[in-house]
């Protein structure tokens, strides 16, 4: 109900964990569930400066783009990478139920967290039954 991620990204992150071809874990670790009428993302951005972090909705695609700049400078001799840097970029495909333009987004601690609503128009309802004094007994 919430989305799928890009197949061909899930593709290529388990080749990865097959042959072991991986440089760096993935950029973007994403935890995603429902808790009653909403759903709730989290994406761990550790060192990003906040203000690179760029959302985007179109349709039922959103977009979550980040910025990760080394500490150091560019004449820097460096002896060990292993923090990825660079940008960073997640889709995720939301499903029609969720209402794309109340998404609430928060970011502390390096956790981009999302808070998406599910639609009005998506929600069980009752519906009334009339009758009563309208029915007529049929007899046979």
Do not use: C
């Not at 388990?14 to 759903?39: I, Q």
């Amino acid at each position: 109900m919430l989305m799928r991620t890009d197949p061909f990204r899930e593709l290529d992150r388990l080749v990865d964990r097959v042959w072991g071809t991986a440089a760096h874990p993935a950029g973007m670790p994403m935890d995603a569930w429902r808790e009653g009428d909403t759903f709730f993302v989290e994406l761990d951005l550790p060192g990003v400066d906040p203000e690179s972090v760029d959302l985007d909705v179109e349709r039922n695609v959103l977009t979550v783009r980040a910025e990760r700049r080394p500490t150091y400078g560019d004449d820097t001799d460096t002896v060990i990478t292993e923090r990825p840097a660079g940008t960073f970029s997640r889709q995720l495909f939301l499903g029609d139920t969720l209402d794309t333009e109340r998404i609430d987004a928060s970011y502390e601690a390096g956790v981009l967290k999302l808070r998406i609503p599910v639609a009005e128009q998506a929600k069980p309802r009752k519906i009334a039954i009339s009758g009563g004094s309208d029915r007529r007994e049929i007899s046979g």
